[in-house]
């Protein structure tokens, strides 16, 4: 199985700030990066799909790139709604693994 | 437009088994997999398995056979989960969610089912 490895597991920034999240693959998986934001209680959204593609209705401060085993998500102007967890998922090979997550808390 | 919903939750004892529907809709049922994630409390999300849902195969992942099944009812574009022999460990959010074509990111979720194992 591929390991998806985050970091860093959480992350205390404020509103305004801007902040980069990475993720490694334990192999090669080309573009098939995809990036979630799960909030308590709620159904995880998806993102970025294909390690840089904006998924619909997704404001365009999210961003991801990378490609083969190194990506990154960045979330630029953090506004209140985004204090969430953040996953990663390849999608390259089955069985899709995520990312252990991480926590993005208010300062 | 594209829904999921889910059951709701579910409080079961030790060797009981439940069911988890995943009611689909604002799309052709039988054009996307349906895949099923666990998040066990406090930790991440791990994939179970999923469904083709022309032919009904399931796929499940190591650590999801034996006590778990996949099934469909395709006149109401609905998936169902089945855990059997319910153990403690078990008590976790589970998650219905379409696996899109692109590169086959998870694009729409269920809301999620509670179910808690507990004597």
């Known amino acids: 199985d591929i390991q998806m490895t985050q970091s860093p597991s959480s992350l205390s920034t404020s509103v305004g700030d801007t902040v980069t999240i990475t993720c490694r693959a334990s192999?090669?998986?080309?573009?098939?990066l995809n990036w979630y934001q799960h909030k308590p209680g709620q159904a995880p959204k998806l993102l970025i799909f294909g390690a840089s593609s904006l998924q619909n209705g997704v404001p365009s401060r999210f961003s991801g790139s990378g490609s083969g085993t190194d990506f990154s998500l960045t979330i630029s102007s953090l506004q209140p709604e985004d204090f969430a967890h953040y996953y990663c998922?390849?999608?390259?090979?089955?069985?899709?693994?995520f990312g252990q997550g991480t926590r993005l808390e208010i300062k | 437009q594209v829904q999921l919903v889910q059951s709701g939750s579910e409080l079961k004892k030790p060797g009981a088994s439940v069911n988890v529907s995943c009611k689909t809709s604002?799309?052709?049922?039988?054009?996307?997999?349906l895949a099923w994630v666990r998040q066990a409390p406090g930790q991440g999300l791990e994939w179970m398995g999923w469904?083709?849902?022309?032919?009904?195969?399931?796929t499940f992942a190591q650590g999801f056979t034996g006590r778990f099944a996949f099934s469909l009812d395709t006149s109401v574009s609905t998936a169902y989960l089945q855990i059997t022999s319910l153990k403690a460990e078990d008590t976790a959010v589970y998650y219905c969610?379409?696996?899109?074509?692109?590169?086959?990111?998870?694009?729409?979720w269920g809301q999620g089912t509670l179910v808690a194992v507990s004597s």
């Open positions: 469904i083709n849902t022309k032919n009904g195969d399931p």
């Open positions: 192999q090669f998986i080309s573009s098939y």
């Open positions: 604002g799309y052709t049922f039988s054009y996307y997999t």
């Open positions: 969610a379409r696996r899109a074509i692109a590169v086959g990111e998870f694009d729409y």
């Open positions: 998922q390849q999608s390259f090979s089955a069985p899709p693994t």
